[in-house]
T-cell receptor, first 115, second 114 residues
Framework: KQEVTQIPAALSVPEGENLVLNCSFT??????LQWFRQDPGKGLTSLLL?????REQTSGRLNASLDKSSGRSTLYIAASQPGDSATYLC??????????????FGQGTTLQVKP | DAGITQSPRHKVTETGTPVTLRCHQT?????MYWYRQDPGHGLRLIHY???????DKGEVSDGYSVSRSKTEDFLLTLESATSSQTSVYFC?????????????FGPGTRLTVT
């Protein structure tokens, strides 16, 4: 059974710092991995999706990497801003669920960026 | 933002009453999902649909049923609500193709069962 873990559960950094959020998964047979952002009381916003054949994806100040064989992904946030404060979730789709799109989620890392 | 709406956005109901939550999309995506989010458990899949009238169970389907009679609507029904079903419910959609089933989420429904 696929399990997804995100460490740390919470992180507080000063504004301007570069930071890395970690996601690990137990079964390397994944179809893709998706990073989301969730603001308090809101829905999830998709940030980046990495296919299993890719090593990384970039969007603005965000860079996500994937090491499928070791079961790890990282989300790098450059020059953090207070507006980046949110909970970040990673989710994986197993190879067997390629025709349904079912996701398995980690429990998230809650980030606070202090001015 | 993907065109996904959920209704109602908040609901308080009593134990034993039936409840139906609605998810509506304007993207014409084939796949639709219902998740629940709880502290300590994260997001868990309840049911999903891979086409009109085609649905299947997720990880935590007991006590829930779904229906999809049109591409744009996916209904989640709690036949007899229990306090353990107090949660935030999210609908999501996805499509195959270039973006490889990237999922987009609705704003959520906060359900309280008293």
């Amino acid at each position: 059974k696929q399990e997804v873990t995100q460490i740390p559960a919470a992180l507080s950094v000063p504004e301007g710092e570069n930071l890395v959020l970690n996601c690990s998964f137990t079964d390397s047979a994944i179809y893709n991995l998706q990073w989301f952002r969730q603001d308090p009381g809101k829905g999830l916003t998709s940030l980046l999706l990495i296919q299993s054949s890719q090593r990384e994806q970039t969007s603005g100040r965000l860079n996500a990497s994937l090491d499928k064989s070791s079961g790890r992904s990282t989300l790098y946030i450059a020059a953090s801003q207070p507006g980046d404060s949110a909970t970040y979730l990673c989710a994986v789709r197993g190879e067997g669920s390629s025709n349904t799109g079912k996701l398995i989620f980690g429990q998230g890392t809650t980030l606070q960026v202090k001015p | 933002d993907a065109g996904i709406t959920q209704s109602p956005r908040h609901k308080v109901t009593e134990t034993g009453t039936p409840v139906t939550l609605r998810c509506h999309q304007t993207e014409n995506h084939r796949y639709m999902y219902w998740y629940r989010q709880d502290p300590g458990h994260g997001l868990r899949l309840i049911h999903y649909s891979y086409g009109v009238k085609d649905t299947d169970k997720g990880e935590v389907s007991d006590g829930y049923s779904v229906s999809r009679s049109k591409t744009e609507d996916f209904l989640l029904t709690l036949e007899s609500a229990t306090s353990s079903q107090t949660s935030v419910y999210f609908c999501a959609i996805s499509e195959s193709g270039r973006v490889g089933y990237e999922q987009y989420f609705g704003p959520g429904t906060r359900l309280t069962v008293t």
